[in-house]
T-cell receptor, first 113, second 114 residues
Framework: DQQVKQNSPSLSVQEGRISILNCDYT??????FLWYKKYPAEGPTFLIS?????DKNEDGRFTVFLNKSAKHLSLHIVPSQPGDSAVYFC????????????FGGGTRLMVKP | NAGVTQTPKFQVLKTGQSMTLQCAQD?????MYWYRQDPGMGLRLIYY???????DKGEVPNGYNVSRLNKREFSLRLESAAPSQTSVYFC?????????????FGPGTRLLVL
């Protein structure tokens, strides 16, 4: 049973508009969440993270929102650019799970010019 | 700084063959990890090493062995490859395993087992 789920395998948006990528989790022991971006034939690269003591973290065009009661987080990209086209993975860490990251299945984002 | 490097980039094996995937990092990180990525499954942790000389099982360790050769290198061995091990394998490293730090990934090794 997947503890971290990204229910949308793909998302297509127009350049300049907002992209919203969603992630749900089931394990209430998770206390730190990360988003990774992956281009084809490359490894994932860290994008942004959020601790469970916060509900929002912003870094330039990227904002992550955390709703602990709903066990839901989202990544907002504003404005979206063609170079943002990639697969985005949500990941979570539990405070009692050492260094282990649990990943979602990924969402492929396509930003159309 | 090359970051995290992996060899080979691509490998085809026959069922029952063995091979070792190599990983090295030049960031002086203490922790290293091996993941596999399968379609729709995200990345799943196979093994990790919190420091030189230590290794621990992750979510999907069966069929694999690892060696933390030194602080820089962490290898993954398939003793008898099976078609179910067809996947893309990623190595990663992090500085000291602090809960709020990030992991840095290599470019991956694509493995096909026939």
């Amino acid at each position: 049973d997947q503890q971290v789920k990204q229910n949308s395998p793909s998302l297509s948006v127009q350049e300049g508009r907002i992209s919203i990528l969603n992630c749900d989790y089931t394990n209430s022991m998770f206390d730190y969440f990360l988003w990774y971006k992956k281009y084809p034939a490359e490894g994932p690269t860290f994008l942004i993270s959020i601790s469970s003591i916060k509900d929002k973290n912003e870094d330039g065009r990227f904002t992550v929102f955390l709703n602990k009661s709903a066990k839901h987080l989202s990544l907002h990209i504003v404005p979206s650019q063609p170079g943002d086209s990639a697969v985005y993975f949500c990941a979570a860490k539990g405070y009692n799970a050492g260094n282990m990251l649990t990943f979602g299945g990924g969402t492929r984002l396509m930003v159309k010019p | 700084n090359a970051g995290v490097t992996q060899t080979p980039k691509f490998q085809v094996l026959k069922t029952g063959q063995s091979m070792t995937l190599q990983c090295a990092q030049d960031m002086n990180h203490n922790s290293m990890y091996w993941y596999r990525q399968d379609p729709g499954m995200g990345l799943r942790l196979i093994y990790y090493s919190a420091s030189e000389g230590t290794t621990d099982k992750g979510e999907v360790p069966n069929g694999y062995n690892v060696s933390r050769l030194n602080k820089r290198e962490f290898s993954l061995r398939l003793e008898s490859a099976a078609p179910s091990q067809t996947s893309v394998y990623f190595c990663a490293s992090s500085e000291d395993g602090h809960p709020q730090e990030t992991q840095y990934f290599g470019p991956g090794t694509r493995l096909l087992v026939l």
